[in-house]
């Protein structure tokens, strides 16, 4: 991707060697193209990172943010987090989070830094330095749909952008359907990267079966409408998810747990059914599971009156809709507007050529010192040193003692044989 992005001549025009073309920033995407940040060097102007979805532990570490393996806020261990984790998952759970901050600042970020010098030349700085000085770090992530975690000053978070403002218009025929769904209908869509025509044979017939038996219609985002399905289910290549979402008879939607479905579910106060497969979706679910406003389903554990089950209860339970009206008043109740509050820090930044009183200035330190480590076994070292010469002084008293007490017990028992040898030899 960052060979496809550099290399590409709309782009390639501006950064080339010979162009004097300036911008008062950079906006690049965080997730995966640490060699695209050499844009902000090459202009010399403020970068701006911008993620997609939450951040992931080597940026947290490159930025100086708290690294929380077992924190259910860390979603690339997806469902090995928690708030209450046993100690040896929060070891394995340790070692997995590091290893995979090591592998990714020795392997990827070094194969990074060649794409970077491959078009800018090697008189560049490196990705990582030119990433500790990022400006500010932009993220789509609702706050309340996440969990709450330090962050450090430079980070915003963003939400809603892609929600309309007025529902997208419906097709007539998938119109009459739902308005025809005087019971209620339930909402089936596995995203865009995920879909339902790639799913086994197998798992499709218990999705099928599944709704064959349900009370309400089902509109299915399916990409085969050859597939064989229930009379009370219509089958669409493509939907326009918020006009269904907006529409009155709506009772669930199952989803997998993507983020911007997330927020237009809150947006729009539907319940949900989760069935997460990739990335933060697990998080995601899980994190919309503890605010009382969906279910949970393992697609490989999944079975016919589970998945049923599931469909039945957040439809029927008015507490799953209660619960998620409480939750969109919640994220609707700010003083600002999340794209105006946006707007207003990349202006900032740009007015001011950056922000580094808002950088963590602690990632200029050595690792070790950063978390204090080189104290940490400093102090464990003495301790057990002070504690073996605790030991060791205790033990040599001991010792003493026991020699002084032993030589006094045979002193008394040489007397005591004395005095009845003498006794006896009077007595003769």
């Known amino acids: 991707m960052a060979e496809d992005v550099l290399s590409h001549p709309d782009l390639a025009k501006y950064h080339a060697n010979g162009t004097d073309v300036q911008f008062d920033a950079v906006i690049a995407e965080m997730i995966m193209t640490p060699a695209i940040y050499m844009l902000a060097h090459r202009f010399n102007a403020p970068l701006i990172g911008i993620m997609s979805m939450d951040l992931q532990n080597c940026h947290r570490f490159t930025l100086g943010s708290p690294v929380l393996p077992s924190h259910p806020s860390n979603w690339e261990l997806e469902s090995s987090t928690g708030l209450y984790v046993p100690f040896w998952s929060r070891l394995v759970n340790f070692v997995n989070t590091w290893w995979s901050i090591y592998s990714w600042f020795n392997n990827f970020a070094s194969k990074q830094q060649q794409i970077a010098e491959k078009y800018f030349g090697n008189d560049i700085p490196h990705v990582i330095d030119v990433a500790k000085n990022m400006s500010l770090v932009l993220i789509n992530q609702e706050p309340l749909l996440a969990y709450a975690r330090p962050e450090i000053p430079n980070v915003v978070h963003f939400s809603g952008l892609h929600i309309a403002k007025t529902p997208p218009s419906l097709s007539k025929n998938l119109q009459a359907f739902l308005d025809d769904a005087t019971n209620g209908f339930v909402y089936v869509s596995l995203g865009s990267n995920t879909k339902s025509k790639l799913l086994p044979q197998e798992?499709?017939?218990?999705?099928?079966?599944?709704?064959a038996s349900l009370p309400y219609k089902v509109l299915w985002k399916f990409e085969n409408d050859s597939f064989s399905v229930p009379p009370n289910v219509f089958i669409s290549k493509w939907t326009p998810q918020q006009g269904v979402l907006a529409h009155p008879n709506i009772k669930l939607f199952i989803y997998q747990g993507g983020l911007q479905s997330t927020e237009e579910a809150v947006h729009y106060a539907v319940p949900l059914v989760g069935i997460p497969f990739v990335f933060?979706?697990?998080?995601q679910v899980m994190k919309m599971v503890s605010l009382g406003v969906a279910r949970y389903?393992?697609?490989?554990?999944?079975?016919?009156?589970?998945l049923r089950d599931a469909i039945l209860e957040v439809a029927d339970d008015k507490g799953y809709k209660d619960r998620m009206l409480a939750l969109r008043a919640l994220t609707k109740d700010k003083p600002y507007d999340s794209l105006e509050n946006v707007i207003w820090w990349i202006e900032?930044?740009?007015?001011?050529?950056?922000a580094p009183?808002?950088?963590f200035n602690g990632v200029d330190t050595a690792w070790y010192q950063q978390f204090d480590l080189d104290v940490i076994v400093f102090l464990a070292i003495t301790s057990f040193l002070v504690l073996c010469a605790i030991l060791g002084a205790v033990g040599w008293v001991?010792?003493?003692?026991?020699i002084y007490f032993d030589l006094s017990n045979r002193c008394i028992l040489r007397r005591y044989i004395r005095r009845i040898m003498n006794e006896k030899t009077k007595s003769a």
Not at 297 to 306: A, F, G, P, R, Y
Not at 349 to 354: P, S, T, V
């Open 297 to 306: 389903l393992d697609i490989v554990q999944l079975t016919t009156s589970e």
């Open 357 to 359: 009183h808002l950088r």
């Open 398 to 402: 001991s010792t003493q003692l026991y």
């Open 348 to 354: 900032f930044i740009m007015r001011h050529n950056g």
């Open 280 to 283: 933060d979706q697990v998080y």
């Open 203 to 211: 798992t499709l017939q218990i999705f099928a079966d599944a709704f």
